[in-house]
């Protein structure tokens, strides 16, 4: 990709949002997207859930020369459109003051965050003149979405939806992916190399209506897409970003009060597999959402990056362990409000 691409924008340095529900892989394409811009220095953003890491600890593993460790910004206090003034804000002062300076910032929200408030943060007066959205990304789950679902879990919206007397046709989850995809300037089908032609096809109908006729649907296989779609838009969205109508343009402030998080520690797994079908257990037996990280297999100097979004577990060694990390196996759950967190860790460590 071109260097040029990437160069602020009238002085100003371009930001790439990067939003999505959770599990769509939005950390995937990150990690590739930063593989393809190394003429480029970059910076990244990431919105955890709660005080987890694990996204964020991902990233920092990629060893890519152009974005190293104190470029990547990890803000955990809650979801960053809920808490721009407090911690997006004093983020980019962070990272608008790093030396040598940055090309591009990349930003990944939680999966539950509502792109439209932090693309108008970039209306300020004090981040106006320094930054500008270069485009909006929504990541989509190819399969969920070709089966109707915006998740691959739909007993758990439905339990979410039960459990909000405010709801009487959409449940929240999926209002807040229709937010996000009414907020895109491209998006990205991760997965697809699971979906046939006639699953694509069904995915592309349930998107093209909700979207303008120039932005566009782009396939994409572990999170591989050519950077040069992605990047370099200089789109300027907060400019148009009040023309994008979304379901909570009339509410003053949202909050996303009815899920929780936490982590679990493990011991060493002796084989993958073994993992992989506790958790698939757990998440069949609880309303968990999500569910990712590490975890050491025994007599494996490789680590393990584990990640699950409904009945799908992911599993695969993505890099050595380093000579001054300790081996560990640590898992982010990611559920509705009052899971059972002594049963789910009961069911992972069994």
């Given at each position: 990709?071109?260097?040029?691409?990437?160069?602020?924008?009238?002085?100003?340095?371009?930001?790439?949002?990067?939003?999505?529900?959770?599990?769509?892989?939005?950390?995937?394409?990150?990690?590739?997207?930063?593989?393809?811009?190394?003429?480029?220095?970059?910076?990244?953003?990431?919105?955890?859930?709660?005080?987890?890491?694990?996204?964020?600890?991902?990233?920092?593993?990629?060893?890519?020369?152009?974005?190293?460790?104190?470029?990547?910004?990890?803000?955990?206090?809650?979801?960053?459109?809920?808490?721009?003034?407090?911690?997006?804000?004093?983020?980019?002062?962070?990272?608008?003051?790093?030396?040598?300076?940055?090309?591009?910032?990349?930003?990944?929200?939680?999966?539950?965050?509502?792109?439209?408030?932090?693309?108008?943060?970039?209306?300020?007066?004090?981040?106006?003149?320094?930054?500008?959205?270069?485009?909006?990304?929504?990541?989509?789950?190819?399969?969920?979405?070709?089966?109707?679902?915006?998740?691959?879990?739909?007993?758990?919206?439905?339990?979410?939806?039960?459990?909000?007397?405010?709801?009487?046709?959409?449940?929240?989850?999926?209002?807040?992916?229709?937010?996000?995809?009414?907020?895109?300037?491209?998006?990205?089908?991760?997965?697809?190399?699971?979906?046939?032609?006639?699953?694509?096809?069904?995915?592309?109908?349930?998107?093209?209506?909700?979207?303008?006729?120039?932005?566009?649907?782009?396939?994409?296989?572990?999170?591989?897409?050519?950077?040069?779609?992605?990047?370099?838009?200089?789109?300027?969205?907060?400019?148009?970003?009040?023309?994008?109508?979304?379901?909570?343009?009339?509410?003053?402030?949202?909050?996303?009060?009815?899920?929780?998080?936490?982590?679990?520690?493990?011991?060493a797994v002796a084989r993958p597999e073994d993992l992989?079908?506790?958790?698939?257990?757990?998440?069949?037996?609880?309303?968990?959402?999500?569910?990712?990280?590490?975890?050491?297999?025994?007599?494996?100097?490789?680590?393990?990056?584990?990640?699950?979004?409904?009945?799908?577990?992911?599993?695969?060694?993505?890099?050595?362990?380093?000579?001054?990390?300790?081996?560990?196996?640590?898992?982010?759950?990611?559920?509705?409000?009052?899971?059972?967190?002594?049963?789910?860790?009961?069911?992972?460590?069994?």
């Amino acid at each position: 990709m071109a260097d040029s691409a990437l160069s602020a924008t009238r002085g100003r340095v371009p930001c790439t949002i990067i939003t999505g529900f959770l599990g769509a892989g939005k950390t995937t394409l990150i990690r590739n997207l930063l593989e393809q811009t190394g003429g480029s220095r970059l910076a990244i953003v990431v919105n955890e859930f709660g005080d987890v890491g694990i996204d964020g600890e991902i990233l920092r593993s990629c060893g890519v020369e152009n974005c190293p460790q104190d470029n990547i910004v990890e803000l955990a206090n809650g979801c960053i459109c809920c808490t721009v003034a407090d911690d997006f804000a004093p983020a980019l002062d962070r990272i608008l003051a790093l030396e040598p300076k940055v090309d591009h910032i990349l930003i990944e929200t939680s999966g539950l965050a509502l792109p439209k408030p932090l693309v108008q943060a970039f209306q300020w007066p004090a981040i106006r003149g320094r930054v500008t959205v270069d485009g909006v990304i929504a990541v989509v789950d190819g399969p969920a979405l070709a089966e109707g679902r915006v998740a691959a879990d739909p007993a758990a919206l439905e339990t979410q939806r039960a459990a909000d007397a405010s709801i009487d046709h959409d449940d929240p989850v999926e209002e807040v992916f229709e937010d996000q995809i009414a907020c895109a300037d491209l998006v990205i089908v991760s997965k697809t190399d699971l979906l046939g032609e006639a699953d694509r096809a069904r995915v592309e109908e349930t998107l093209r209506p909700h979207l303008p006729p120039a932005v566009r649907i782009v396939a994409g296989v572990n999170g591989k897409v050519d950077a040069a779609v992605a990047l370099g838009l200089g789109l300027g969205v907060e400019d148009d970003i009040e023309n994008r109508r979304t379901h909570h343009d009339d509410e003053a402030d949202h909050e996303h009060d009815e899920f929780d998080s936490f982590v679990v520690e493990l011991p060493a797994v002796a084989r993958p597999e073994d993992l992989a079908r506790r958790i698939s257990a757990a998440v069949e037996a609880e309303n968990i959402l999500r569910l990712k990280g590490f975890a050491h297999v025994e007599g494996k100097p490789l680590r393990l990056l584990v990640q699950a979004a409904g009945p799908r577990v992911d599993h695969y060694f993505d890099r050595p362990w380093s000579a001054d990390e300790t081996p560990r196996t640590r898992l982010v759950v990611i559920g509705l409000k009052g899971i059972d967190r002594a049963a789910i860790e009961r069911i992972l460590a069994a």
